[in-house]
DNA sequence: GCATGCCAAAATGTATACAAAATGGTGATT
DNA sequence: AATCACCATTTTGTATACATTTTGGCATGC
């Protein structure tokens, strides 16, 4: 019994779970994880067997991560996990610069000093993945680093798209391993957009986080196309 | 190749609507009219009734618009219609500001000569209703403006985002009736981002849509606030 | 007179039953 | 041999039944 809040926080009153809340946190987990792949069709009844509930939440749950964009309900035939589509991907992509660049924005105004702090704190732990090689962990303290700057911003409904955005991208790049010259290259980028948040620059920064983004979906959108074999 | 499509397009292929998908529209725009108040308890029987359905399509419906932001469930305590926060619509608007930039932007370089065309169209009823004294008139061509500018971002994700968006700030306007001023204003600044966008000049028509949309914020909550008695 | 505890009614969460449509395979016809 | 039609199976969509939980009121006690 695990609490999976993906937002809210442990604290409020007694918060009890319904099924079809810890199926959707389940399901977009396992979509996530790429457990259940783009394109697959979703049986019902042998979901409902795995996470142990009957059908009517699991309907529930998907109806949610059908209106999330994660699954496609087609009426009577049943639903499928959204495939990945480049196309689609380059169009989130180009939102996503747009809210990198008003999050690095409101974050150099708004973040605190202890934010600040620990933006260098991670930034630093970025550093050494990246000489340790080790790419997922890389990657981890990236999209961190990415949701810390974005909670700076102070602003919840850009927290929750972009939230969405990235689980979509999140597939994405997990079939699309892109080469060690980009790497290097987006360590680069965060030096770029550290040293602007360091000095509050809140111009600077919106624009090297756009444009960190924009080269992130190109080299995405190079993988997905070109480097599937 | 089915459209489920937010908007209830002229039947295509064999259109067969599931209840639920049905009670999501109708949901919807009863929120989006009013019809149903924010912050009003959503009685799962009454609604059944209303609306012909039993409570099985009904709750799905409701998991929808809770994903959407428009209810808000708590669990085994029934729904509610999200209640307006002026601090929630200021974080959204912030949001929508950067994303009418970026829809400027792209519309000046994706947009079809017949899509300026209408808008240039539009932009005249717009005039002409300004000149009427005709309010709802105006704002629903204002609305439609808007939407196509996003429509010819060429950009799915942009739109469903603004769309969503939209959405919320909607049932904050309708009670919300700003000043004879500011209508004014509005309709000035529509010349000219009108202006940047006939002359395809993407950073300027991105740069003044944003500013609109900045302004209309301010009017918005200002309205919001003070404007009550 | 006010607070507390308990019970009844209502409402929510979930499971299951039923109806209708889609899927897949088999057999008949050309 | 290929195609079409038809039927059984499976699966989805919806309704309803059941189990908990919340809620409101009433009685009891202080």
Redesign the pocket.
Known sequence: MDTVNTVKAATGP?R???????AVAELRAMILAGELRPGS??????L?GQL?????????A?RVLAAEGLVE???????VVTPIDPVEIGAVFEVMEALEALAGGLACRRGTAEEFAELDRLHAQLHARFEAGDRPSYFATNRLIHARIVAMARNPSLEASYAGFTAKILRARSLANYDAERWRGSLDEHEGFMAALRRRDAAAAGSLLADHSRRTADAVLQALNGGSE
């Not at 009890?16 to 810890?22: A, D």
């Not at 069709?41 to 042998?46: G, I, L």
């Not at 309900?73 to 049943?78: A, K, S």
Request: hydrophobic share 30%; net charge positive; glycine share 10%.
């Open positions: 007694i009890r779970e319904t099924l079809h809340h810890g069709r979703v049986a019902e009844v042998q409902c142990g509930v009957s059908r009517t939440p699991l309907r529930e998907l309900l087609r009426p009577r035939r049943g639903a």
